[in-house]
């Protein structure tokens, strides 16, 4: 590994290049925060990625991308004279000195949990800090990860099932909610009982997903990387399903799903 001379020697160096590229290439000189954004979206979910498959080398190389990104936006600060990639360290290295009293002060934690029951407590005490529990969970994060966040924050503060097992109990009554009603859009008599029905059974549909998510976090488990291992899978085997379907001079619209089903387990069966 580097030294701390070399690690600076590069930091250094991203800086000056970040600053020619600026100067020098056309599309770098015309980009801003805005057109930046998307970019970003998509640089963390390539990360992500890396993060999932497990690849080193593609990690390495995927964080380089999104510390791009962080220094672009800093540069574009310090033209504005708004700010620079110094304060941005700077307010980085305050707040975590601030969060870890424990580390930096004289408070004692016994407990990892501890430790976060204190963040959060001390985000809603800074002047610029989240002045409720959930204001620090973004709007735009996608709902399944926003659910995950939410509980997590509330934990943060205490406010969280006493016994994990009791979990399973709401699980089940969400569950039959949600079944109650999409019985009620098939038995609705009326276009417009079927649209109230409807209405209900997407609350309860996002009721059951919000506690199974509740139940995946209280057990330790992430729900938006256990679904994202199923989203893999699920290509896998349907790719392959394609593949040997095209191989046999057949059609997907023109097999029985019995058939589907038997190329579908054998590539199953293959560890796919």
């Known amino acids: ?16 290049v970040l600053d020619e590229l600026r100067e020098k290439c056309p599309w770098d000189r015309k980009q801003t925060n805005e057109s930046l954004r998307p970019q970003t979206i998509e640089e963390v979910y390539e990360l992500s990625g890396a993060i999932l498959n497990g690849d080193e080398r593609e990690l390495s190389k995927e964080l380089g991308d999104v510390l791009l990104h962080v220094l672009f936006y800093a540069k574009i600060g ?3 004279q708004h700010y620079d990639i110094v304060d941005v360290i700077n307010f980085l290295c305050d707040k975590l000195i601030y969060r870890h009293p424990h580390v930096f002060s004289t408070a004692e934690v016994g407990s990892a949990e501890d430790v976060v029951k204190q963040w959060e407590m001390l985000k809603t005490k800074e002047k610029d800090g989240n002045k409720t529990v959930l204001s620090g969970v973004p709007d735009s994060l996608p709902p399944l990860l926003k659910a995950y966040r939410m509980q997590d924050k509330a934990r943060g503060v205490g406010f969280d099932w006493e016994k994990k097992e009791d979990v399973w109990e709401k699980v089940k009554e969400e ?7 999409l019985d009620a859009m098939a038995s609705a008599s009326s276009e417009q009982e079927r649209k109230d029905a409807y209405d209900r059974a997407e609350e309860e549909l996002g009721d059951f997903l919000f506690a199974t998510v509740n139940a995946a976090r209280l057990y330790g488990l992430n729900p938006d990387t256990a679904l994202e291992r199923t989203c893999a899978k699920f290509r ?14 057949r059609d997907l619209k023109e097999m029985s799903l019995a058939e589907m089903d038997a190329i579908w387990d054998e590539g199953k069966a293959k560890g796919l």
Not at 2 to 15: D, N, P, S, V
Not at 175 to 181: I, S
Not at 236 to 249: N, P, S, V
């Open 236 to 249: 896998r085997r349907f790719t392959y399903l394609e593949e040997q379907t095209i191989r046999k001079g």
């Open 78 to 80: 310090e033209e504005k």
């Open 175 to 181: 569950m039959g909610e949600y079944q109650a009603e």
């Open 1 to 16: 590994m580097h030294t701390r001379e070399q690690k600076l020697q590069a930091f250094g160096r991203i800086l000056d």
